[in-house]
């Protein structure tokens, strides 16, 4: 199994440009989740799945948006991008459980820079 | 919602006992405590979970008091391989609720 995978590894943006922050696990894990990491700030919760067709918005949502058409993708989207948004995103995976109960399997992230 | 205060570094040496602590004071009745082991340029990893009292592993012990407003992750014998960010999660089944630490980074010295 690969796990989680998460592409691409590195993106640099301009204010304003727009992007998609790609997620796949497989694992047929039912919850994914998408975190941005932050110096000093730990883990945020961006945008959470707890399975194909149904979303739910975590602590930090606004400027992100999601989907789940399918067990296996969670992509996330930046509509416009913002110097506030550079950070370094995780995607996350667990098999049934919350994301606080059940172990989440993480991806290797993804470090996004927006000028 | 249960805020996690940890220190912000720590550091050790080789063969030595390490514990790190994490406090939440506001912990709720059906919230458990996680952490989670970073390694640079990698995800986080699973380490491990408990709700009270003690939990053991292959590789770590978790400590819970009975107010449950604080929890610490005892490491045995530690090895250069163990520096890394150490998070600590509390939260329950409502996926809203739950909160990272901002992590404690241990750096383990020869």
């Known amino acids: 199994n690969a796990g989680v995978t998460q592409t691409p590894k590195f993106q640099v943006l301009k204010t304003g440009q727009s992007m998609t922050l790609q997620c796949a696990q497989d694992?047929?894990?039912?919850?994914m989740s998408w975190y941005r990491q932050d110096p000093g700030m730990g883990l945020r919760l961006i945008h959470y799945s707890v399975g194909a067709g149904i979303t739910d918005q975590g602590e930090v949502p606004n400027g992100y948006n999601v989907s789940r058409s399918t067990t296996e993708d969670f992509p996330l989207r930046l509509l416009s991008a913002a110097p506030s948004q550079t950070s370094v995103y995780f995607c996350?995976?667990?098999?049934?459980?919350?994301?606080?109960?059940?172990?989440?399997?993480f991806g290797p992230g993804t470090r996004l820079t927006v000028l | 919602l249960a805020k996690t205060t940890q220190p912000i570094s720590m550091d050790s040496y080789e063969g030595q006992e390490v514990n790190i602590t994490c406090s939440h004071n506001?912990?709720?009745?059906?919230?458990?405590i996680t952490w989670y082991q970073q390694f640079p340029s990698q995800g986080p990893r699973f380490i491990i979970q408990?709700?009270?009292t003690k939990v053991t592993n292959e590789v770590a012990s978790l400590f819970i008091p009975a107010d449950r407003k604080s929890s610490t992750l005892s490491l045995p014998r530690v090895s250069l391989s163990d520096t890394a960010v150490y998070y600590c999660?509390?939260?329950?089944?409502?996926?809203?609720?739950?909160?990272f630490g901002a992590g404690t980074r241990l750096t383990v010295k020869p």
């Open positions: 694992m047929n894990h039912e919850y």
């Open positions: 408990g709700y009270k």
């Open positions: 506001n912990i709720a009745t059906n919230d458990y």
């Open positions: 999660l509390v939260g329950g089944y409502n996926n809203n609720d739950m909160r």
């Open positions: 996350a995976s667990s098999y049934r459980g919350g994301l606080s109960t059940d172990t989440q399997y």
